[in-house]
């Protein structure tokens, strides 16, 4: 299905747009249309198409102005249902019951499970009773510290099933970073691994964990998952194994679906903003449901005969909305890959596409540029005529890691969906429907139905503009103007900040926190952070976190981390240190801080240039000039403007000297 090149754009084959979900732009406009007419009956029509126990009675109730009263949004409401019943038992009544939900494969190739839809209903029904007999019950909050395993989405949908909270917790993070999420949530139960596997190496996740639960005496019970056979360290009473208890006698293979309102909160995942603290943005059962099963079925162009795979990891709200609760919810088959892009070798990824006949690949352009860095000859070994349709998620993509993505593993015949959303969002706001609009590199394209994105103006130039859409090419701050179905409902524990942070800037809208522009045509252009934010390789740290994690440290006095430009991971995190009196600038110091971050955060946050500075540049009250930091870390250093005159001048030549001695 080759696709036609004009005028910088990319048409999919008329052949594949007459089998999609969405045939035609003329098409999706009437569905968008209909979707901001009359949100409403939009909503209740995909709402219907799944099962609820009770039908919704008020599809929508919202007010986002934070002067006309509470900031919140209710979807559904008065409608009872169960995500997990939505994402197994709806499908036992019908062929897909003897299809395979998931597939997964480990890092080392002889570890392989195949579950179907029927398998899967019992491993997840005993995992449920398991839950309920360790006192878990609805409402209660779970923690999950585990890889990319099979054994992850089956806690994840036990806990649906009796109505528990789920906490996902990526396995690359810390004790600390653990610790803070296991305590925010009042966890009672910890499940986890042996140790995990990774590029051929082993990482002791229970040792984490058991660091982490010193911090954490309400955790009564740790079920661990022995992925290896070598010992772990382990504590009588509280620690237990998957396999004993899934195998009990008193573990029975049915277990019953709680009756979930629709606003039930369904899971918490931490995400970093731009202050401190990671926020635990809370998804909801109806909603969330709702938005990412039509999101992954029309984005995705989900067929019968489709072999999905989200090369994320469920650590991240991608692998929640896309390797789980979508694909499972639309009963497709969702592909799990426990390893890495490069290894063993840089083509894992296309021997893989070839054994199983893959047909969708949606991963991050950091690992695209990865394996494109390591020449076309790699995908070039492999049949990779099952793909149809190709993704990307997680940060800007540049168009030249756009089109090799489309020449080597498209081989020029796949769309690719370049989509646009974030923790907060719950699902994917803008993207092309790939069977309807041509696509530009570097655009994620137009919004989903229900979304109304605005490039609202920051009011820099005119402060009587701020918030008006920005004119076509000129770049200001995302905005969404309306409710959808998806959007977190709150931050855990902390609804002001929730209100706060994304209702404040802009009264009446959503801010995203990225910036973004609109050309001629209508196409959305994402231009990275406006925030505090770095996006390293796809994942979210915020300069605050470093920063706290790094004044920690004895010989820190004072710290500012701000993104830098990083031809792999998009971004890297630049950080400048000063010093305590009496600590002196070293190698071995700089090694010292990085592990220090590392150990207090996760590898994700490790600084990728530090640089020692005498002191750091400050407004006369006394806050860090970030803005000055920002451009020395981007190799910016023309643009600073002119620093004369400010009381800080010699600081900031200090620094620009330091760096070019680095
Ligand atoms: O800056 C945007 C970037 O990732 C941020 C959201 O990160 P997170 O909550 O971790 O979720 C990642 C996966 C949804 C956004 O604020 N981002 C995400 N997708 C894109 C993107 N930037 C540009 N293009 C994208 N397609």
Redesign the pocket.
Known sequence: MPITEKDGKFYPDPSFSARAHVKSVEEYREIYRRSLEDPEGFWSEVARELFWYKPPEKILDYNFDTGAGEVFHRWFDGGRTNVCYNAIDRHLGTATRNRAAIIWQGEPDGDSKVLTYQMLHREVCRFANVLKKKGVRRGDRVSLFLPMIWHLPVAMLACARIGAIHSVVFGGFSAEALASRVKETESRVLVTIDHSIRNGRRFELKSIADEALAQCPLVRHVIVVKRTKDPCPWTNGRDTLWDDEMNAPDIGNDCPCEEMEAEDPLFILY?SGSTGKPKGQVHTTGGYMVYTYLTTKWIFDLQPETLYWCN?DIG???GHSYIVYGPLVNGTTSFLYEGTPLYPRPDRPWELVERYRINVVYTAPTAIRALMRQGDDWPAKWDLSSLRLLG??????NPEAWMWYYRNVGRLSCPIV????????GGIC??PLPGAWPTKPGS?TFPFPGIVPRVADPGIDDPARRGLPMPANATGHLCIERPWPGLSRTIFGDHDRWVSTYFSQYPGMYF???GCFVDGEGYHF?Q??VDD?I?VS???VSTAEVESALVLHEAVAEAAAAGMPHDLKGQGIYVFVTLKIGYEPSEALKKQLSDHVRKEIGAIASPDKLQFAPGLPKTSSGKIMRRILRKIAENKVDELGDVSTLEDAEVIKTLVSGKEKM
């Open positions: 995400t994320a991240w709200v991608t990307t998620v997680g940060e800007p993509i370049d989509t646009w959303w974030q923790t907060e969002t803008i993207s994620a995203t926190g990225d994402l990275g952070r934010v996006n796809g994942h979210r």
